[in-house]
T-cell receptor
Framework: GQQVMQIPQYQHVQEGEDFTTYCNSS?????IQWYKQRPGGHPVFLIQ?????EVKKQKRLTFQFGEAKKNSSLHITATQTTDVGTYFC????????????FGGGTRLMVKP | EPEVTQTPSHQVTQMGQEVILRCVPI?????FYWYRQILGQKVEFLVS????????KSEIFDDQFSVERPDGSNFTLKIRSTKLEDSAMYFC????????????FGPGTRLTVL
């Protein structure tokens, strides 16, 4: 079945440094979504990417969808302590309806 | 802002017992989902529900699981005979319509099976 992998699993950064998490799918995706989960909280939808090569920005967050629609990245510029949490990508397989398969997440810790 | 609500926040049960987890999706939403997250692990899709029927389900969602929308506001997940490995956080989510991207997650129910 479809697998979605994320790296790194953990990332410690100093406040102000940049952060990137990478997501790779074993199959071609029809779309990819990104979620943020604060410690003890629930996933909060951030964005969906649909088109090959798509790039979307939300303030300090930049999301990319690969040309082959099998990988994606989330980049945070100048991290803040409020960015702390686990970032999950979740993909919809091109051939598997609308079922979301989540990656393992990247836990971001920011030192003030 | 409207929210998805879930009750109870924490459920403790004995192995073999039945549990019902309850969710109230956002009122004008049409698509409903259940996910689970074992402590420290990734979120796993269980089932999606639209127009009063299951539209998709994962391998996890076996015969022990069922979902229902009994009264137009609640959306329930029933586990018929709980196992130790069912211990997890269960999240309900809802989406407004087919073209909207955003799924709104509830706060979750932590299920502990002893």
């Amino acid at each position: 079945g479809q697998q979605v992998m994320q790296i790194p699993q953990y990332q410690h950064v100093q406040e102000g440094e940049d952060f990137t998490t990478y997501c790779n799918s074993s199959t071609t995706l029809s779309n990819i979504q990104w979620y943020k989960q604060r410690p003890g909280g629930h996933p909060v939808f951030l964005i969906q990417l649909v088109k090959s090569g798509e790039v979307k920005k939300q303030k300090r967050l930049t999301f990319q969808f690969g040309e082959a629609k099998k990988n994606s990245s989330l980049h945070i510029t100048a991290t803040q302590t409020t960015d702390v949490g686990t970032y999950f990508c979740a993909g919809v397989d091109d051939n598997a309806g609308n079922m979301l398969t989540f990656g393992g997440g990247t836990r971001l810790m920011v030192k003030p | 802002e409207p929210e998805v609500t879930q009750t109870p926040s924490h459920q403790v049960t004995q192995m073999g017992q039945e549990v019902i987890l309850r969710c109230v999706p956002i009122s004008n939403h049409l698509y409903f989902y259940w996910y689970r997250q074992i402590l420290g692990q990734k979120v796993e899709f269980l089932v999606s529900f639209y127009n009063n029927e299951i539209s998709e389900k994962s391998e996890i969602f076996d015969d022990q699981f069922s979902v229902e929308r009994p009264d137009g506001s609640n959306f329930t997940l029933k586990i018929r005979s709980t196992k130790l490995e069912d211990s997890a956080m269960y999240f309900c989510a809802s989406k407004k319509d087919r073209v909207t991207d955003t799924q709104y997650f509830g706060p979750g129910t932590r299920l502990t099976v002893l």
